[in-house]
């Protein structure tokens, strides 16, 4: 029995998915532990190069090369050099394949390009968080849309489940008194605004929960004229800024989410089905 044990983790691209399964497996054993990652291994006298290193080690060899003739040329000399080697990825191809009856692309690297994805991803929740209630009017030039709409229509829910569909979202508060800051009034036209509106009763409901929470304004004697205000004030709002209007009174984020995606034609349309 071995005390050590030397993993090479070779690949076509940078290497971290047969790293990552080389030490999700080698960590299930109490061993002292190595690992070596061999990452743009395109060619022939490369595999060989590697084999050799194999030998002198004694190690094992986890890759995920995806074209067919390297990864058969490695499982070939790794048979006359007594290396062990194993194509993680070649057992997975082969059912997909089978399942679907498709051919597969063999394009190495694939997965960078869904880490784009994940930092564009990430790049626009940073954006949406920063532009959350009106914040950082300075570069809300740069959303991909502007959401607007009174307290407790879910405008930042929404603007984060949009951001999480890689889509830069800026929100801003309607209240009684609001009056659009030229930022967004000069972005009309040029950036897809959402209004959020929410039937008046139940926004009475809500109001009428927090009614400790806050004051009336000086000029309104009661909360319902405050509400009927409210929505007065920001229906103006929308229909100078022609923003497509949205009650979101009955309709889930999801749902609203994919009425926007689906209307100004943004990156994804997401549908999450609940059990």
């Keep these: ?70 990864w058969k040329f490695m499982d070939e000399k790794a048979k006359e050099k007594n290396v062990i080697a194993v194509n993680v990825m070649a057992p997975i191809i082969d059912i997909i394949q089978a399942k679907t009856r498709l051919q597969p692309a063999y394009i190495s690297g694939l997965t960078h390009k869904m880490d784009d994805q994940y930092f564009n991803r990430m790049k626009a929740i940073e954006y949406t968080i920063e532009h959350d209630n009106g914040q950082n009017l300075d570069t809300i030039h740069e959303a991909d ?5 009174l307290p407790q229509t ?58 400790r929470s806050f004051e009336l304004p000086p000029n309104i004697e009661t909360i ?25 009174t009955t309709n889930d984020i999801e749902e609203i989410g994919n009425t926007i995606t689906h209307k100004f034609n943004l990156p994804l349309k997401v549908t999450h089905h609940r059990f």
């Design 1 to 70: 029995m071995s005390s050590r044990l030397h993993i090479f983790a070779v690949s076509d691209s940078v290497g971290e998915t047969a790293e990552k399964i080389a030490i999700a497996s080698v960590l299930q054993f109490p061993v002292e532990r190595n690992i070596t990652r061999f990452s743009r291994v395109t060619k022939e006298e490369q595999v060989l190069q590697i084999l050799d290193k194999a030998v002198q080690e004694d190690a094992v060899i986890i890759y995920t090369i995806v074209k067919p003739k390297l």
């Design 154 to 211: 879910s405008k930042t829910p929404l603007s984060m489940h949009l951001a999480n569909l890689s889509i830069k979202v800026a929100n801003y508060p309607i209240t009684v008194d609001t009056e659009i800051p030229q930022e967004i009034m000069e972005l009309k036209g040029k950036v897809p605004m959402v209004g959020l509106t929410i039937d008046m009763d139940t926004l009475l409901e809500l109001r009428r929960e927090r009614l």
């Design 224 to 248: 319902d004229e405050m509400v009927a205000e409210e929505l007065d004030n920001a229906y103006r709002i929308y229909a100078k800024l022609k923003c497509l209007v949205i009650d979101v």
């Design 145 to 149: 849309l502007v959401i607007l709409g």
